[in-house]
């Protein structure tokens, strides 16, 4: 696979030079030696015989940033002034903000955007509730909102701490779809009180993308919320990634030309995604599917206090293996990680079946890290936009809620889900296909667009779009 680490963390060291002492190439030459690559150097001011630079380093993650601090500080003539995170820098003061459309610039404008205007345009969608489409934003925002139950792999971080996490959805829709959305961050854990507060907020949005909370509770709050509310509701680390993972592995399955009623299928982490993963794999053909969790693989015949478990022990493993994840994973065609850093080990995949296809898919971490089965796996993704083969729901969520809103469909349905799974997967010809490319790039460009058409395709197919847009009029 080469060098698959295309990024690394990336700190500004500020340094003070006494340049009668010592010069910058010295100081570039520790650096390197202590293993930070310098991308760029800014001289914030210099003097006779004394220079401050700010020196933007990155590093790979196996690399302690505190080895280069050290290695500074210990230079006679150097003194670190301060260490700032490129990444805590971009967070400042949040990553979003709202804008206006047009500009308030005198007291006719503030009449028709505010009071006394104003007044008409709400009767207008008082008698007609429907206009609340064309009036107000409701036609192109999506809430995102989660209880910070289970962020990425983090856990459970609470709501304060979810919110990093949801102002980049809104960026991410924003950016790919021209979706205008608002991170919400729920401050209780409460089924009930959760489902009551998205309902009480739904008149704003267009749509409701949930995201990052737990199981089992998230199952029946999106059962709950798609039967009480008329606008779509998507939990997207279930079926986002079950429809980023479904066609990264029709594409994978080509390469390693298996076919998809024949593999065997390991899932890891039979939460959200875990369970939305297998099912869609069951619904596409799949005949051998084993779940492990913490507890070992799921199998009929032992008794889960949780009924999704429950059902996954009917609809899958129907040899009723048992065992822990090093056991079953014996002889598997296909690893799919959706549980915790680093728990697949280099020897658990040379047990795997031949041209073994393994799909670490925890965030922050994968469950094993590409470069250490690069020589042994056919096929390696994961999350994170930093290896190649991204399977990550970034993919799908922007595309498929922007054909939603633009078919002002009611629901988001399986063929929605399988439609989109599919304009993924062709994104990529045959010609292009290869082990490091199973998954168009989240910046390709046509993917959104092919999501979108074949989603709005699929919402008038079966029913559920309220609008048909022009092009299919
Ligand atoms: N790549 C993507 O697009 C994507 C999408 C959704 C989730 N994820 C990742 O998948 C993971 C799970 O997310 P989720 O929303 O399903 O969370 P979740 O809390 O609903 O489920 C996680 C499941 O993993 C299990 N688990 C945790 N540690 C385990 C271990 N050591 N061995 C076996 N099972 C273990 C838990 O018991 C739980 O059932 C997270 O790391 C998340 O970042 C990735
Ligand atoms: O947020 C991501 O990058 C993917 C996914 O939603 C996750 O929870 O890990
Ligand atoms: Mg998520």
Redesign the pocket.
Known sequence: MGNTRLGGKSVILRLEIQTDTINFGQVASVIFAAGGDIVAIDVISTSRDMTVRDITITVTDSVDISIITEAVKNMEGVRLVNISDRTFLLHLGGKIETQPKTPIQNRDDLSRVYTPDVARVCMAIHEEPDKAYSLTVKRNTVAVVSDGS?V??LGNIGPYAAMPVMEGKSMLFKQFAGVDSFPICLNTQDTEEIIAAVKAIAPAFGGINLE?I??PR?FEIEERLRRELDIPVFHD?QH??AV?LYAALINALKIVGKSIDSIKVVV???????IACSRILLSAGVKNIIG???MGAIASGIQYDNRMLQWYAEHTNPDRVQGT?QEVIHGADVFIG???GG?LSREDVGHMADQPIVFA???PVPEVRPEEIEDIAAVIAT?RSDYPNQ???VLCFPGIFRGALDCRASEINEEMKLAAAEAIASAISEEELNPLYIIPSVFNQHVVKAIRDKVVQAAIRTGVARRTPREYR
Request: net charge negative.
């Open positions: 289970a990425l792999g990052d737990s199981s998230c680390d986002g990634t980023v890891c982490g039979i939460g959200a995604a875990g492990v969790d913490r994840l959706v549980s915790a728990i898919m925890a965030n999350g399977i990550n729901n």
